[in-house]
């Protein structure tokens, strides 16, 4: 079996950071609350799953965290012992340097050019949480879009399929 990502988006993170106002996400009939949200952390890092922090993730929530009254300093060190580990390749924690080839000019130039006929179905931010999610199923990673906007979550990468061995097929 593929070894698995989770790519965390934006709103997750806020509700894992417990940032006021943004302490739950998702529909009705899928909601994230702080629960939930660290026992799915705990479970993924107990399975060996790999945690990706898209960098439009760490922007927004560092943008989030900056218009809180009160308490911003406790969650920027929150959010920012994240980026350490993250930067260290601190397991479960996979390093942000995996993803310079997604700020490369080939594919700036190809979000340039690509995006603005889907801005009114996905934001710019959410366009490139949604290339990191494709960069590593092209790897071959089984890949899970860790969201609470069904929207985003909507382009998820398929899993990967393992192809049967002949041997298996034969009757």
């Known amino acids: 079996m593929a070894r698995k990502v989770l790519v965390i988006d934006t709103s997750i993170l806020c509700v894992y950071l417990e940032i006021p106002h943004m302490d739950t996400c998702g529909p009705s009939n899928d909601k994230w609350d702080t629960e939930r949200v660290k026992a799915k952390i705990l479970e993924e890092e107990q399975n060996g799953t790999t945690f990706i922090l898209p960098l439009a993730t760490l922007i927004e929530c560092g943008n989030h965290i900056s218009q809180t009254v009160g308490g911003c300093y406790e969650l920027a060190k929150a959010l920012s012992s994240i980026i350490e580990k993250a930067a260290l390749q601190t397991t479960p924690w996979a390093a942000f340097?995996?993803?310079?080839p997604l700020w490369g000019r080939e594919q700036l130039i190809a979000l340039a050019q690509n995006w603005p006929d889907r801005c009114s179905e996905?934001?710019?931010?959410?366009?490139?949480?949604?290339?990191?999610?494709?960069?590593?199923?092209?790897?071959?990673?089984?890949?899970?879009?860790l969201t609470g906007?069904?929207?985003?979550?909507a382009y998820e990468p398929k899993a990967p399929t393992i192809p049967i061995p002949r041997?298996?097929?034969?009757?």
């Open 122 to 145: 996905i934001g710019i931010a959410d366009h490139t949480i949604k290339d990191v999610a494709e960069y590593y199923a092209e790897m071959g990673r089984e890949v899970e879009l």
């Open 97 to 100: 340097t995996d993803q310079s």
């Open 167 to 171: 041997r298996r097929t034969k009757k």
């Open 149 to 153: 906007d069904a929207g985003l979550k």
